[in-house]
């Protein structure tokens, strides 16, 4: 059975600091996806990952896929306020896309 | 550009009560999903379908009924509500030979007293 895990779940963090979120995945997978949600909002696609060793990054955000250890980075740089969002981790096996409980990110100015 | 469409937006419904969610979209996807979403929970999935004709059990299916109509549409039904199906419920699609990158819908809160 495919799980997803995330962690932290919550996290708060000073303006300009660098942090990392973690997501672990239980089985093999076809794509790992990182999603962006805004309190009351939709969720957004961040980033696509299709294969070990992929790296991906827009603006302060980039995303990494270790397909051996089953695990998936979303690292932070120099956070900023406009940043603060809950982010999911999803994984794609057979069209089955499982997410995690996501982390709330909260940025303090 | 509609993208995945939605309705209700928001329902209150008794208990015992039946509703049907909607859910459209016109980006010619091959993939529909239904998620709920609850405080602490993420997103769990309750049904997909994968291609039109087709549909599978998600994560909690229980409660649960889904029709995929069409290509653009994909409902689900709640045939006797209960209040542990108060939540927020969530519409995507996506295409295979695209990513599969999902795009959703804005969310129908359901509230069932």
């Known amino acids: 059975e495919l799980k997803v895990e995330q962690n932290p779940l919550f996290l708060s963090m000073q303006e300009g600091k660098n942090y990392t979120i973690y997501c672990n995945y239980s089985t093999t997978s076809d794509r790992l996806y990182w999603y962006r949600q805004d309190p009351g909002k939709s969720l957004e696609s961040l980033f696509v990952?299709?294969?070990?060793?992929a790296v991906k990054q827009e603006g302060r955000l980039m995303a990494s896929l270790d397909t051996k250890a089953r695990l998936s980075t979303l690292h932070i740089t120099a956070a900023v306020h406009d940043l603060s969002a809950t982010y999911f981790c999803?994984?794609?096996?057979?069209?089955?896309?499982?997410f995690g409980k996501g982390t709330r990110l909260h940025i303090l100015p | 550009n509609a993208g995945v469409t939605q309705t209700p937006k928001f329902q209150v419904l008794k208990t015992g009560q039946s509703m049907t969610l909607q859910c459209a979209q016109d980006m010619n996807h091959n993939s529909m999903y239904w998620y709920r979403q609850d405080p602490g929970m993420g997103l769990r999935l309750i049904y997909y379908s994968a291609s039109e004709g087709t549909t599978d059990k998600g994560e909690v299916p229980n409660g649960y009924n889904v029709s995929r109509l069409n290509k653009r549409e994909f409902s689900l039904r709640l045939e006797s509500a209960a209040p542990s199906q108060t939540s927020v419920y969530f519409c995507a699609s996506s295409h295979q030979g695209r990513g599969n990158i999902q795009y959703f819908g804005a969310g129908t809160r359901l509230s069932v007293l």
């Open positions: 990952l299709l294969s070990n060793g």
């Open positions: 999803a994984v794609d096996r057979d069209d089955k896309i499982i």
